[in-house]
């Protein structure tokens, strides 16, 4: 199975999302890792597991390297590929807007044929109005993946990104990791990082 994982990062809490997430998957998983501004779009057609993060930025917009390749994007036929997503957005700043760019990844996924059908994350416990990243209905809403709001919530980073990853690791038929994401030395937050 190729899998990479990919993301768009204007000033850098994205990419060390990312990083962690890579270290919780292990990179013995993760085939192929960077940051999207430096790979073509049809280069994604190659795996058979993506996954993708993505900030919001300003009041719901897609991180400007992600809305770049957009219209690369609809030249794919992706209909062999599953996704799992990961955003990181503000919820107390951006109430009504939260994680909308994630939303607007995964619609133009979907609209490629893509299976955004892993890493599904509960919604429950999020303070926030509105957002386009949500999945469901009542009770029952989750993200198309996984949350992060890095701006307020800094501290609950770590403890969701691995149990996302477990989650994902068990969607996708694989056991649990056995080294410990401290070992790799990655800092504890993305200090003074904005999305």
Known sequence: MRLGLFFGSSTGATAWAAQLLRAELGEDLV?????????????????????????????????????????????LDLSHTRVALFGLGDARGYPGTFL?????LRAALTARGARCDLGHWPAEGYEFDASRALLGSGNGKTFCGLALDVENEGWLTAPRARSWCRQLRRELGLGRRARRVRRLGLPASPVRLRR
């Open 31 to 75: 085939t192929s890792f960077g940051d999207i501004r430096d790979l073509s779009a049809a280069e994604l057609a190659d795996f058979d597991v993506l996954v993708l993060g993505a900030p919001t930025w300003f009041v719901g917009e897609l991180q400007e390297d992600w809305q770049a390749r957009l219209i690369e994007l609809e030249r």
């Open 100 to 104: 909308d760019g994630l939303g607007e």
